[in-house]
């Protein structure tokens, strides 16, 4: 199922209103957003991939599945198998540094703006989440309090899909 045709990116989604947010804390956060990724693109692989090394990848059947009642429609099932193909080749795309496929960090503004923008993507059938940290530090005075903040997220899939929405973001810097 690997074509040429596609561009697999990884956008890390990186909220810019928060002036606790400094580089450390963006590096930390984008981190945890990428782990989030991965775990999640790892699950599915565990459901869906019979062997994940092969080439091209084995998918379970479909039927199998539906079966099993594990998927409720073919349209669901593709969406999932075009990800998990594409994440192959994104995580096999650099040769000297397996799973060092193109990652871009885009300042999307503010929580209100990552959310609708993970939505949209989810809604174009692409992997899409947020990093929700439950300890999130901030400082204040001599006392670090410890809040539960939505610092970023991340987008996944092919670049000339994802671009029309993501391209109104600047990089992050």
Not at 25 to 51: C, E, W
Not at 78 to 96: D, G, P, Y
Not at 136 to 145: K, L, R, S
Request: proline share 5%; glycine share 6%.
């Amino acid at each position: 199922m690997q074509t040429d045709d596609w561009q697999p990116y990884l956008y890390c989604l990186m909220r810019t209103d928060m002036d606790s947010l400094n580089p450390g804390k963006a590096i930390a956060q984008g981190m945890h957003a990428g782990h989030v990724f991965t775990h999640h693109m790892y699950t599915l692989r565990d459901q869906f991939v019979q062997n994940w090394h092969k080439v091209p990848i084995a998918f379970r059947d479909y039927d199998e599945m539906v079966a099993e009642r594990e998927v409720t429609s073919r349209a669901f099932y593709n969406r999932i198998t075009r990800n998990l193909a594409m994440f192959r080749q994104w995580e096999t795309s650099s040769v000297r540094t397996p799973g060092f496929g193109v990652t871009i960090t885009l300042d999307v503004g503010d929580e209100k703006t990552l959310l609708g923008t993970v939505d949209m993507i989810n809604v174009m059938g692409y992997p899409a989440s947020v990093a929700h940290d439950e300890t999130y530090p901030i400082a204040d005075g001599e006392i670090t309090h410890l809040l539960p903040v939505t610092t970023c997220g991340y987008a996944f899939g092919d670049k000339k899909d994802l671009e029309p929405l993501l391209s109104q973001f600047d990089l992050y810097f």
